[in-house]
C-alpha cells in the first residue's frame, strides 16, 4: 500500500513524485478546497513526525499493518 498525492488536471490524476504500475487500483479520497481541521499541538506533533519517518520510508507493507491489527483486536 502506497500513499500518493496528486491533482486533477484535465480529468486525469497528476501524480506528485511517485509513480503506480499501470493497471494499479487506487482509492481517491478528495478534500473540499475551503475544507480545514484542527488538531491539538500534541497530535499535530504526532503527525508530523509519522510523515517524516514515510518520507525517510520508514513504512510496514499492508500485510504488516493488518497482522499489527489483528494483534490488538
Known amino acids: 500500500m502506497q500513499l500518493a498525492t ?3 488536471v484535465d480529468g486525469k490524476i497528476v501524480l506528485e513524485g511517485a509513480t503506480l504500475p499501470e ?3 487506487v482509492t481517491i479520497l478528495a478534500r473540499d ?3 480545514t481541521f ?3 499541538p ?3 506533533a504526532e503527525l508530523a513526525a509519522s510523515i517524516a519517518e514515510a518520507d525517510r520510508g ?3 507493507t499492508s500485510v504488516e499493518l493488518f ?3 489483528r494483534r490488538i483486536a
Open 58 to 60: 520508514e513504512t510496514i
Open 33 to 35: 478546497s475551503d475544507e
Open 42 to 44: 500534541e497530535l499535530e
Open 23 to 25: 493497471g494499479t487500483v
Open 6 to 8: 496528486g491533482t486533477v
Open 38 to 40: 484542527e488538531l491539538p
Open 67 to 69: 497482522e499489527r491489527l
